[in-house]
């Protein structure tokens, strides 16, 4: 690229501090809404005996609330001035939407892990919504103020001086960059980190396909079925079913005429080599999963097929709705909700799953497919002590800075935008605690609401009573 080319979009990126200076990030509008509503908003189409497990998983706690509630922030991200430099972005980046997983040539590599409300909006939302879950979580962990601080500014820096660093990379370098676990053991602060790291690798080599269906399945007859563990994991069509006859699209008792329309529209969104490989597997079960805190109540299926040699595929297939960052920032509808998450995730993530894809579903439903937990590892933070809380903010903010840098191909911008000094860090500090703050009344009102009996939630523990297995 021409130096004068370079210069003009540092000049642009610049000149985005005349739509929103740094210092204008410190603070947010009164946000003047009532959570509930946006709430109830949100669970409208989910599977209604679910929903009060969605609330009861949310009321654990500010940062679980925090979780399950990305329409609140997007909401009120919407009412503030942005940059305008606008690009894909996760949407929910909050600090448990990051972990490992394995990437097709089976390498362990650290990236962003949920997409289910990526859109195009401006790239500070993303940090936004990272820096606000920092503090909740430290909050939630009962470390101090000044800990909670130091976590922003760890990350906001990380990404700052990050994203300078690929503002100079040419477009295949980016494309290529990979975060990969040998790379976080050389940027660990201790040793005792390292070993940590190397403990979390083990222990995801060890989640593959064949170790689930040990624990997840049983040999009946001439086939594999999944056990029930009700409200977790149930059969759609079985005894254990939370579905009532009015939820559209799961009326229908032979789960195979169910699947087949959706895994034929599938495999028309994969390559000719992936549909080939799947054409080795046939389906043994499906089952109906509930997960996440966020995603309860929205549809999601597991597949389980065999190959000819008995070996197992496990195949997640999930319900995408609509952005709620789309709903707030004005952005072109996608023509399918599955789609939008399949194409974020590709353009975000340094490689992606080999079975990712979309289909349509019952009733119109949009849903996208992916392997289930293949070795696939999370952060448990309730483990974390300060210091490597630290380090793991300092790579969620190497890990978005690389998402956004690669996706949009504006670092210079970004990076002009942001500068060299602490000041936009600063701001992203104080609006985060800010924020917490904000979190923390809204939960206040929620639980208000749940123990009036306005809003029901109910726990895993509760539900799981009403089944005897």
Known sequence: MEASSIAQREAR??????????????SFAEPHRNPIDLLRQSSEGRIEKLVPLRYGRMAASPFSFFRGSAILQAHDLCRSADTGLVMP????????????FATPERQLIFDLNDFDETARAPFEWDLKRLAASLVVAARHMRLSRGTASDLVMTA???????????AQCGALELWYDRITFDRMAETALTPERRRT??????????????????????????RWMIRDAPPALFHVDGANTLFSPEDDGFRIDRWRKLIAHVYADYLKTLSHDRREL????????????????????TRCLVLLSTDHMDKPLFLQIK?????????????????HEGARVVEGQR???????????????????????????????SANIELFDSDTLEGYARLCGWIMARAHAKASGQAIEVSAYIGRN????ESLTDYASAYADQVERDYDVFLKACRSGELEARTDEDMAADFRI
């Open 13 to 26: 990126g610049r000149a985005a501090r005349e739509q929103s200076k740094r210092s204008s990030h410190r």
């Open 89 to 100: 972005i996760c949407g929910d980046a909050h600090l448990m939407n990051f972990g490992g």
């Open 156 to 166: 906001v820096t990380e990404y700052r001086d990050r994203i300078a660093q690929y």
């Open 197 to 222: 790291v190397r403990r979390g690798m083990e222990k995801a080599a060890s989640r593959t396909h064949e170790s689930m269906l040990e624990k997840m399945a049983s040999r009946v007859d001439d």
């Open 278 to 297: 799947l054409s080795h597997f046939t389906a043994q079960d499906l089952v109906f999963k509930v997960v996440g805190v966020g995603s309860v109540g």
């Open 319 to 335: 319900e995408a709705r609509p952005s709620v960052i789309a709903q707030y920032y004005a952005s072109p509808s996608p023509k």
């Open 347 to 377: 353009m975000l993530q340094a490689a992606s799953d080999i079975f990712l894809g979309w289909a349509t579903g019952p009733s119109g439903r949009h849903y996208y497919l992916r392997q289930l937990r293949d070795m696939k590892l």
């Open 422 to 425: 602490d000041m936009f860090a």
